[in-house]
């Protein structure tokens, strides 16, 4: 399962500033800037520009997220009879 987090890359700003506050090489270079001449702001190419991104969740995190885990254990539980011990 994906869940939507937030751009490591811009931090959300959907602008790219990861190289010392200016517009990465990678960036400008998608954006079709050239590598070298006035650091003008490029818009994230991590991210699209969007500010978020998708990324796999682990599996565990994803079954507390959809709430699967605690119904089957309610009626686990609920089909055992009690011991006693």
Not at 8 to 22: P, S, T
Not at 36 to 45: D, E, N, V
Not at 48 to 75: L, N, Y
């Amino acid at each position: 399962m994906q869940k939507l987090v937030e751009c490591e890359h811009c931090h959300g700003a959907k602008i790219c500033k990861a190289d010392r506050g200016r517009s990465c090489e990678v960036c400008r270079t998608a954006a079709g800037q050239g590598r070298k001449g006035a650091p003008t702001p490029a818009r994230c190419s991590f991210c699209m520009g969007r500010g978020r991104i998708w990324v796999e969740a682990p599996e565990e995190e994803a079954a507390e997220a959809e709430g699967e885990g605690a119904p089957e254990d309610a009626a686990e539980s609920a089909a055992e009879p009690p011991s006693d011990s």
